[in-house]
């Protein structure tokens, strides 16, 4: 059976989707090299989004191992923190040969937070914000830069760093900033080349460190409104008001500690 939304275009056949225990899964929302992020609606009426990740994604039996193993870390630490998205559950299709993890799903950028509709929707993540109006105001981009560090500082605390900081990655629940992709979450030091060019250091991802490079990226074109190639570089008609002009300065001045 096929979707369709109100224009009759159709959406992801789901008739050969996986098998979700207690879930339909309803469409495609999201994916990429490691894994497929569906809508789904659960038994009892509630959306949820479920990434599914399968074992062909990775060359190395060990590699696909080790990620199942950190999912199932990250599981009860993601639910102590209001930043973190928070995974509702973590399960495996030995016969399918993949791993799944439920979670919250994002707010409707076409709704009022809370409120789905599977035939139109279409996550709100910041880097969504961004294209929809430009540089963010420096108050908002303060008070989610603010939630994002929150969010990062729990993770190092707890020997764990996220590898993939980036305004796609940072999704809105009820409204509030989220750090989400949490599928490459991984105990610090872990050096295996991931991430998004230009929000990763040279050095590579894997440590606290680096986590703060990529959330200075975030803030750089969060503020200015220039992709992250061009740091340091400032737009020339760049325009801040007088009664946010010490902020800007000061914030600005975090970036660039964030980013050396």
């Not at 080790?66 to 639910?79: A, L, V």
């Not at 040969?97 to 809370?114: I, S, W």
């Not at 139109?120 to 908002?140: C, F, H, K, Q, W």
Request: contains cysteine; glycine residues 8%.
């Amino acid at each position: 059976k096929k979707l369709r939304d109100s224009n009759n275009s159709l959406f992801e056949e789901a008739l050969f989707a996986p098998t979700i225990p207690d879930y339909q899964l309803v469409r495609k929302i999201g994916g990429g090299a490691y894994g497929q992020v569906w809508m789904a609606l659960s038994v009892t009426g509630a959306y949820r989004a479920v990434k599914i990740v399968a074992r062909e994604d990775f060359r190395f039996e060990k590699t696909f191992e080790r990620e199942f193993e950190g999912i199932k870390h990250f599981e009860p630490i993601s639910r102590a923190h209001s930043g973190l998205v928070d995974v509702l559950h973590v399960g495996r299709s030995f016969e399918e040969n993949f791993y799944y993890y439920v979670m919250e799903l994002a707010d409707d950028r076409g709704a009022v937070p809370g409120v789905f509709d599977p035939y139109t929707y279409e996550p709100r993540t910041l880097r969504s914000d961004m294209l929809a109006s430009g540089p963010i105001n420096v108050t908002e981009s303060i008070h989610i830069g603010t939630a994002l560090a929150e969010s990062l500082h729990y993770l190092h605390a707890r020997g764990l760093s996220h590898r993939d900081v980036k305004p796609s990655n940072v999704i809105f629940v009820d409204g509030e900033p989220k750090l989400a992709d949490i599928g490459l979450v991984a105990e610090s030091g872990q050096q295996t080349f991931v991430g998004t060019e230009g929000f990763v250091p040279p050095e590579g991802p894997g440590t606290a460190k680096a986590d703060i490079y990529s959330l200075g990226m975030v803030l750089y074109e969060l503020t200015t409104g220039k992709d992250r190639l061009d740091f340091p570089e400032l737009p020339y008609d760049l325009e801040v008001s007088a009664a946010d002009r010490q902020d800007w300065h000061a914030l600005n001045g975090i970036i660039c500690r964030c980013c050396t």
